[in-house]
């Protein structure tokens, strides 16, 4: 069982950064790879950067590649997503997630948290 908890959200102007943080507890974390999704208002939740339990594979949503990095810390059972150049359309709750190993999909994926919005102004 792997509880999850983010927090980094916040009021943002376009352009600017945020660093989301998801903190997990539960003796398994470090055996699961770890997913960001988002969901906008009236949108689907959709799929943001994933890695797996070692770093070693990474993926990333097109709309965000070279401005958003997902990195993980085991020894602090937290994974992070640093969101850089925030446009609006990057507005929407973040919800980290765990899973047995990097996927898009959000039905890979057994442990969700409660999501942490993030506003950014233009």
């Known amino acids: 069982q792997v509880q999850l908890v983010e927090s980094g959200g916040g009021l943002v102007q376009a352009g600017g950064s945020l660093r989301l943080s998801c903190t997990a507890s539960g003796r398994t974390y470090n055996n699961y790879a770890m997913g960001w999704f988002r969901q906008a208002p009236g949108k689907e939740r959709e799929f943001v950067a994933a890695?797996?339990?070692?770093?070693?594979?990474?993926d990333s949503a097109g709309s965000v590649k070279g401005r958003f990095t997902i990195s993980r810390d085991n020894a602090k059972n937290t994974v992070y997503l640093q969101m850089n150049s925030l446009k609006s359309e990057d507005m929407a709750v973040y919800y980290c997630a765990a899973g047995p190993s990097v996927s898009r999909f959000k039905s890979h994926y057994a442990y969700w948290g409660q999501g942490t919005q993030v506003t950014v102004s233009s």
């Open positions: 890695l797996s339990w070692n770093g070693g594979s990474t």
